[in-house]
């Protein structure tokens, strides 16, 4: 029996661009780590707990947090996976090179994990609760990329 | 409050790639299956709940798509953008709430058509997470790693889960994964996100399954045996992956002990004959039943080791072939819960176990484990 023909319909090229706000917590964020390398976040005072990234409400005590914090820049790994399997990335449409690390990072002074890149230089070293620091971007433009990625340095 | 039931249940098969089918194509076979099933026309239909994402089908309001072939024209149908499970619970509410007696709920979607990492990337925030790559693969690899480092459960635990439920779905004709496998089998496969393997994973899916829920009032009119509600509760816990302790899932011990007290379970590991829970990677398994109370805590890969999860165990889990044998993402919760129905009915063929009296049904809505939806299911009122 011949192979049954199936007609598709492809979404083709368009695209639907999209913009953004990073809000005025973002904002705060994002200025202090491009211009001064430095990681805020903002505390609960109620509940004590450390957001990074910060985000206006603590959602287990639902109050509005202000006290601004700075914590890190050196941290340890909360939990990682190093991916072999290429995805796309969703910056560039194309696959990225594989293997490469991604982790959830404890800054110091913060209770919530910051996802990035860690660094598979070394696979051996990255554990869960290793110490690790960041790497900043050379040009850096306001946004999660102005850290290149996280290194172990035990 | 007043009581309902499950009178009927309808999935098409589980593939990788329905090329030949639309979604609607796919609601209507399901949609006629759970009417048989339940000895009833669209006529004793009173309203409708569609389940689906505007993501995965590629299109905006991708509810309101089938609704033709729901058999919605002329009733009241509403949508819901989540796993299976939430679109029964608001179809419970619904038959329960006095305004209606019969809901059909449905639920579909096709991973064929796109790109999945692409899509479950979009579910991660745009401002800090997204441009990185993550997606739920990254993501369940993390809570994986997390879990096993605080549980000590080993890559070999977590792959028997991979190889019993693969087994399990050579029972069930529905399945689309249905394979005899070894822990070898399973070590062996290709290394996907550290630590998990291929056959780690549920496989990229199609289908689209249908439930009907009656008030009790109505609920014994039909041919079908009633399947009874005894509990159900859902729960959400923070968006923010990073804001929650990765290896465990506070919202699902929350939304089971609520399931349990409402169902009047004192004891669920002696009281549930048989579970249904969200596989979507092996290693969920064994944390979903700790997190249910279902195994003392980091016990699970051991008691899983000892064959309690198998269709001849203590407490056979996925015994359907689970997730991990098919993966209709939305759909996914309600083929779980046609699979309980089915074995508390006595109809569940070559995976059906012996004793099931009262069953157990788990789904999950967002990233890792973000919310929970359990029911409870008895053959008895």
Redesign the interface.
């Known amino acids: 029996m011949a192979d049954?023909e199936?007609i598709?319909i492809e979404?083709g090229d368009a695209v639907q661009p999209?913009k953004?706000s990073?809000g005025m917590h973002?904002s705060k964020f994002f200025t202090e780590l491009r211009d001064n390398r430095r990681f805020m976040g903002l505390k609960c005072h109620k509940c004590g707990k450390v957001?990074?990234?910060p985000?206006g409400v603590c959602?287990?005590c639902f109050v509005e947090m202000k006290d601004w914090i700075e914590v890190g820049p050196l941290g340890v790994i909360?939990?990682?996976?190093?991916?072999?399997?290429a995805?796309?990335?969703?910056?560039t449409g194309h696959q990225?090179p594989v293997p490469y690390g991604?982790?959830?990072i404890k800054f110091d002074g913060a209770d919530?994990?910051?996802?990035?890149?860690i660094s598979v230089e070394d696979e051996k070293k990255i554990k869960?609760g290793a110490r690790v620091e960041p790497v900043f971007s050379k040009n850096p433009k306001g946004?999660?990329?102005d850290i290149e990625y996280f290194k172990v340095i035990d | 409050m007043d009581r309902a039931a499950i009178i009927g249940v309808g999935m098409t098969k589980i593939e990788k790639a329905k090329?030949?089918e639309t979604f609607a194509d796919m609601a209507w076979e399901a949609v006629n299956k759970a009417l048989a099933d339940a000895g009833m026309t669209i006529d004793d239909i009173d309203n409708v709940v569609t389940t689906s994402s505007d993501f995965w089908d590629?299109r905006t309001i991708s509810c309101m798509a089938v609704g033709d072939a729901s058999g919605a024209a002329h009733k009241n149908v509403s949508c819901v953008e989540g796993d299976g499970t939430y679109g029964a619970f608001y179809g419970m509410t619904r038959s329960i709430s006095g305004s209606y007696k019969t809901t059909l709920v449905t639920g579909h979607s096709k991973g064929s058509q796109s790109?999945s990492?692409?899509i479950t990337?979009?579910a991660f925030?745009?401002?800090?997470?997204?441009?990185?790559?993550?997606?739920m693969?990254?993501a369940c690899?993390?809570?994986?790693?997390?879990y096993m480092?605080r549980t000590k459960t080993t890559p070999e635990q977590v792959a028997m889960v991979s190889v019993k439920n693969h087994g399990n779905a050579q029972k069930n004709p529905l399945s689309q994964l249905p394979m005899k496998l070894t822990v070898n089998d399973v070590l062996k496969s290709?290394?996907?996100?550290?630590?998990?393997h291929k056959l780690d994973c549920s496989p990229v899916s199609d289908g689209c399954a249908a439930v009907i829920i009656a008030h009790e009032s109505v609920a014994a009119k039909f041919k079908q045996k009633p399947v009874w509600i005894k509990g159900v509760s859902f729960c959400a816990d923070?968006?923010?992956?990073?804001?929650r302790d990765?290896?465990r899932a506070k919202s699902l011990t929350e939304a089971a002990q609520k399931a349990y007290a409402m169902a009047g379970i004192k004891d669920p590991k002696k009281e549930i004959d048989l579970a249904e829970v969200y596989d979507a990677f092996t290693y969920q398994e064994l944390m979903w039943l700790e997190e249910m109370g279902l195994a003392d805590d980091a016990t699970a890969g051991k008691l899983l080791e000892k064959g309690e999860f198998n269709i001849d165990g203590r407490l056979p889990v996925n015994a359907s072939g689970g997730l991990l044998s098919g993966h209709p993402v939305i759909a996914a919760g309600l083929y779980s819960m046609a699979a309980v129905v089915k074995q508390l009915r006595g109809d569940a063929g070559g995976y059906q176990v012996k004793k099931a009296k009262t069953g157990l049904v788990h789904g999950v809505n967002g990233l890792g484990g973000q919310s929970h939806c359990v029911w409870i299911l008895d053959k008895d009122k």
């Open positions: 049954k199936h598709i979404s999209f953004y990073v973002g957001y990074v990234p985000r959602g287990e909360g939990t990682f996976t190093i991916l072999r399997f995805f796309i990335d969703p910056e990225k991604y982790g959830f919530t994990l910051f996802q990035h890149y869960v946004s999660i990329r | 090329v030949g590629g790109v990492s692409l990337n979009a925030d745009p401002i800090y997470e997204r441009g990185l790559g993550m997606d693969v990254t690899a993390m809570q994986a790693r997390a480092h290709e290394m996907v996100a550290d630590p998990l923070s968006f923010f992956f990073g804001d990765l290896s």
